[in-house]
C-alpha cells in the first residue's frame, strides 16, 4: 500500500488567514502516462466527502479558486488563500497511482 | 446530474454477511471509462477504499480485506452490489458509493453518495 502522510493534523485559522496542508506519501505518484494523481477531498461536518483538487492542482467544478494545489513525486501542498468559515471540515489527500489510499485527515477549525 | 445512494442494513451481527445496494442515476456503468467504488469511514476515522468496479467489468480489492469483499455490478438496474462477509464490530462504519469518470478526472471519486451508517453488534 501507498502510505499518505498528512501534517498538521489539526489547524486553526483566523477567517481571512491563509491556511496550508501538507500531504507526502511512501512513493512517487507520477503514472507513466505523465500524470501525477494526488487529489484532495474536503469533508464538511455530517457531509459526504467533496473533491476539491484532482491531479495535484486542477479544481474540480464549482470550487473556489482560493483553493489551489501544488507540488510533485510525493510531496503536494493544498492552500487556502483566505479561509472562511465554510471551510471547515476535514481535509483528506488520497492517491490515485495504485489502490486508493487517503492520509489520515487534517482538521481545520476557525479561531 | 450524478447521484448515488446506498441502501442496506444498518445492524447487522458478528460473522454475518453484510450487503449493501449502491443505486444511482445520471451515468451508465457500460460507458467506457466509468466506475463505481465502495469506500468506508469508522466514526471519528479517516477514509478507507474497500473495492472498485469499472465498465469492463475490471475489480479492485482493498489488499488487506480482499478475502471479505465482492463487488458486483447490474448494468440494466444501474446499481452496484459489495459484499463482506465474517463482520466484526471493527467493521462498524458508514459506508459510502462513488462515481468515478477515470478519462475525466483521472482515478478519482468525484461524486459521492450520502453514506449509510452499519452497525455490527449482537
Known amino acids: 500500500d501507498i502510505v499518505m502522510t498528512q501534517t498538521p493534523l489539526s489547524l486553526s485559522v483566523t477567517p481571512g488567514q491563509p491556511a496550508s496542508i501538507s500531504c507526502k506519501s511512501s512513493q512517487s505518484l507520477l503514472f507513466g502516462d505523465g500524470k501525477t494523481y494526488l487529489f484532495w477531498y474536503l469533508q464538511k461536518p455530517g457531509q459526504s466527502p467533496q473533491l476539491l483538487i484532482y491531479e495535484v492542482s486542477r479544481r474540480f467544478s464549482g470550487v473556489p479558486d482560493r483553493f489551489s494545489g501544488s507540488g510533485s513525486g510525493t510531496d503536494f501542498t493544498l492552500q487556502i488563500s483566505r479561509v472562511e468559515a465554510e471551510d471547515v471540515g476535514v481535509y483528506y489527500c488520497m492517491q490515485g497511482i495504485h489502490f486508493r489510499t487517503f492520509g489520515q485527515g487534517t482538521k481545520v477549525e476557525i479561531k | 446530474q450524478i447521484t448515488l445512494k446506498e441502501s442496506g442494513p444498518t445492524l447487522v451481527k458478528p460473522t454475518q454477511t453484510l450487503t449493501l445496494t449502491c443505486s444511482f442515476s445520471g451515468f451508465s456503468l457500460s460507458t467506457t471509462g466509468m466506475g463505481v467504488g465502495w469506500i468506508r469511514q469508522p466514526p471519528g476515522k479517516a477514509l478507507e477504499c474497500l473495492a472498485l468496479?469499472?465498465?469492463?467489468?475490471?475489480?479492485e480489492y482493498s489488499p488487506s480485506l480482499k478475502s471479505r469483499l465482492t463487488i458486483t455490478k447490474d448494468t440494466s438496474k444501474n446499481q452496484v452490489v459489495l459484499t463482506m462477509t465474517n463482520m466484526d464490530p471493527v467493521d462498524t462504519a458508514s459506508y459510502y458509493c462513488a462515481h468515478e469518470s477515470r478519462y475525466i478526472y483521472g482515478p478519482v471519486f468525484d461524486y459521492w453518495g450520502q453514506g449509510t451508517l452499519v452497525t455490527v453488534s449482537s
Open positions: 468496479i469499472y465498465w469492463n467489468d475490471d475489480k
